[in-house]
């Protein structure tokens, strides 16, 4: 496709009342473009998920999200501590979240789990003390 | 059912009516203070009770594409929840009651919790 729309969000970390910004206007457009409902909840889920997870485990990051006729690609990036075992902390229910970020309601290990499960291809690099990078697709054609 | 029943059945207060279309029919209602779990578990699900007051129970909903969130216990939400709220179209209550009280009484009267 020839021409793509491509949007950078900052994340901030020290704020828990913006988490979900960035989610929530690629949502806005993406229901301006007239993306399929269901399309659209999927990316939601996916893209909210990873920048709660960029602002309670990595003090924020940013979102780099490109979408064209055929798909939809999120790239959430953090320099927080990094995932020491990624397949552990792909499992449901595993996490570190501590007391605080119970306390508001996440932490329930479903996160990375959901990402997954909510999208067509997903991919994740860690490198410990340095950062992590999320990659999300979500196919916006059966 | 009305959402109008809902709020008589849950004495409840409306917050931002003004600012949302409340004429609205609701079928499915969820209940809980854990927004994991409100995305995990929570599909299609008309209504959110719960006793969480922060603004990541209103992102949670708009993700959610929930209609409808009642805080239980008397909580109310802050203005700038109500401002996010209303900006999204997601319409906001209070109750009295606790969340027990509350989920049950709409089971009671018919509202369902959805499919498992
Ligand atoms: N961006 C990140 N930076 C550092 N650690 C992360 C990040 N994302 C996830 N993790 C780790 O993976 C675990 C599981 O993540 P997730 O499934 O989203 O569950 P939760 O966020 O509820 O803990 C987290 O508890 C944390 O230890
Ligand atoms: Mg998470």
Known sequence: MDNSLKLHYEIPGDDFALAGEASSNVKKILTQLGVNPAIIKR??????????????HANGGTAEVEIDSNKVT???????PGIPDIELAMQEGYSTASEAVRELG??????LPNIKKYSDNFEIESIVGKGTTVKIEVWLKP | MKLEKIGQILDAELLNGENCNIDIEVYTACGSDLM?????????????LTGLVNPQVIRTAEMMD???????RGKRPTECMINLASEKGIILMSTKHPMFTACGKLYSAGVSGGSV
């Open chain 1, 43 to 56: 990316v939601s889920i996916a893209m909210y998920e990873a920048e709660i997870n960029a602002v309670i």
């Open chain 1, 74 to 80: 999120i790239i959430i990036k953090d320099e927080g």
């Open chain 1, 106 to 111: 996440f932490g329930a290990g479903m996160g």
């Open chain 2, 36 to 48: 994991s779990d409100v995305i995990s578990y929570g599909h299609e699900k008309d209504v959110l």
């Open chain 2, 66 to 72: 929930i209609k409808v969130i009642i805080f239980v």
